[in-house]
Every structure is written in structure tokens, then in C-alpha cells.
């Protein structure tokens, strides 16, 4: 087992990694608890796998257990979703000093820490992790949120995990398209300040994604590595060091927003997407060569991501786009901060760009 820390003073929280944790789950979780009770929310997909195994192995430490399966996919992330989760929660009785036990991807993590965010005005979450993407990013940093019409993420708040339990082997029931979102994020961690890393994964992403055990774990955990430095140096994105893991999501949250959110385009599918264009925009603007940005997007076209706005799926207009992105949470004075790049490892913050130029872009990126 490997042993991470989210350093973030008092608040503070370990991340464990290791193959077979899931079973060992309860010996983990005990220690936190002031009772000896949990409630698991998971969704329809991961409960047939992983529910039993859960509960099993917190009912082994004497924690009893009850759980509430939500139906799989971004729809859960809503007011709805948010509604029928707190409701249930709060007719569980839970506690302040309870800690709901997050088993899913990024949806039900974001959903179950955003909810717990505000039921009984804050109560705490475990985060368990069962699909690449929030193995490597979304478990870890403590933002949680939920979708509206106008926008992803725009309802949510700042909530750390108690802790975060990683067992790589959930990875083995995870469908190939859904292991490809996760490796988007992976690649990002490269992209972002790490151009060794970005080497990395072009020599062994294709073996990542055929079920290399060895190569899952090292991707796994330097990339939390990589989310606890960025997160314990700006916790709540207020120096631009943490939004630089918002690299490629401004245009990729567009593009989700064009697709409304659904099963079309997979939330990792438009980061990869997005990272494409973020480093075509730069090069197109002189910011980072040519060949950084092919490189980009060859390495993304060769495990069958989403490389261009055609492999999306989206032939809407460049103004359509933009005003998606205008709804961006991370706007600030009517500006909308872009995360760009200088080359691959080298990505920065600016808003010296306003959305008609991306959206003259966009229009030049159709067909």
C-alpha cells in the first residue's frame, strides 16, 4: 500500500493506494468514526461489483451499513439527484460527525461531497474511487458540485474528504471507453508541468489501457501526487496554481454543454478534446510550437480519444461554443481565464483572450 498526504494543515488527509484495499476498507474507516455506522451511496453500474464487498468488509470492523443505489451517468448530478441524497441522508439520521462513504466515479464523489458539504451544514465523506478519472483527479482536492442547465459544476462548494482509499483493481470492471475518459486526466498531469511525464505516458499509455498493472499504479500515483502538491499550495484557486488542472476543461466543458451532458461525449472524452484545442489555440497564436500541439493530439488519436471537435461529435458553430464557455465558473470581471501553454509541460493562466477570438478559432476548427 502506498500512503499520500493532502497537506492542508488540520485539515489534512492520508490517500491510500494499493491493490485489494476495497476489502480492507472497514479497518480504514473505523478509526474516523465516533459511532459505529456509515451509509455507502454508490450508483447502479459500480453496485453489482463493488456494494457487497464494501459493506462486507465495514461490517467485518462492526460499523453497520446502509447504502442508496442512484441510477448511473451525469443525470444524477442535479438538483434532483442533490434532493433525493440529502433527503435520504437526513432520514438515515445522519450525524455531523458521520462519514457517508462515496463508491463510484466522479459523478457520485462530486454528488456525495457536495451533499455532505451542506446537510446539517457539513458532515464528513470517504471517498472510494472506482474509476480512473477519479482515481487520478476527482477524488482528491475537495471540489464537489452538480450541473445545471446553464453550465457543469456551477452549483457546488469546497469540501475535503476525510480520506480517500484507491484500489486499482475496481479498474478491472471498468468498461475500455470509460478507462480512456481517466486516462485524459492522467496525460493532463503531463501536460500541465511534467513533460517527462507526458513522455511517460506516450511510451506506456497503450499498455495502461490494456490492463498493465505496474503502469496503472505508477499513473495513479503520480498523478494524485502531482493534485495533492497543486491542491495543498491553493486549495480554493485563488493564485492560479490550481487552475492550471483546468487544463483543456474550458473548451471541454463547452463541448459537454453542446452534447447536454450525456453519454455522446464522457466528461474525460472533452478534456481530451479540450486539451487538444487549448494547445492548437496557443500554437495558432504563436504561444507554443507546432509540433508540441500535433504531438498533443497524435498521442490522444492513438488510444482512441477525442482529438478534434469532428472525433467529438460536435459540428456546431464557434459563437455557439463560446457562449457555453461564457457561463464558465471560473469567469471573473467578464473575463474568462483560459489555461494555455508554451509547450508541452509549460501551461499558464490569461485572459488576454476574449471569446470572439476563441470563437473565430472554433469556426476554423469544423469539418
Known sequence: MERLTVELGNRSYPILIGDGLLGAIGRHVAPLL????????????????YLDAASTALAAEGIAVSSLVLPAGEGSKSWAGLARLTEWLIGEGVERSDHVVALGGGVIGDL???????????????????????????????????NVAAGKNLIGAFHQPAL???DPMTLATLPRRELGAGYAEVVKYGLIDDADFFAWCEANGAALLAGDGEARHKAIAHSVAAKARI?????????DIRALLNLGHSFGHALEAETGYSDRLLHGEAV????????????AN???????????????????L???????????????????????KKVRGGKLPLILTRGIGRSFVTEDYGLDSVAAFLDGQRG
Open 34 to 49: 465516533k459511532r459505529p455506522r456509515t451509509m455507502i451511496v454508490t450508483d447502479e453500474h459500480v453496485a453489482p461489483h
Open 112 to 146: 456525495v461531497g457536495f451533499a455532505c458539504s451542506i446537510v446539517k451544514r457539513g458532515c464528513a465523506f470517504v471517498q472510494v474511487p472506482t474509476t480512473l478519472l477519479a482515481q487520478v483527479d476527482s477524488s482528491v482536492g475537495g471540489k464537489t458540485a452538480i
Open 164 to 166: 480517500v482509499v484507491i
Open 231 to 239: 491542491v495543498a499550495a491553493d486549495e480554493r484557486e485563488t493564485q
Open 272 to 283: 481530451a478534446a479540450g486539451m487538444v484545442l487549448a494547445h492548437q489555440f496557443s500554437a
Open 286 to 304: 504563436g504561444l507554443c510550437p507546432v509540433a508540441d500541439a500535433a504531438r498533443v493530439r497524435d498521442h490522444l488519436a492513438s488510444v482512441d
Open 306 to 328: 477525442p482529438h478534434s471537435l469532428a472525433s467529438a461529435g460536435i459540428n456546431t458553430g464557434g459563437a455557439e461554443l463560446a457562449a457555453h464557455m461564457a457561463h464558465d
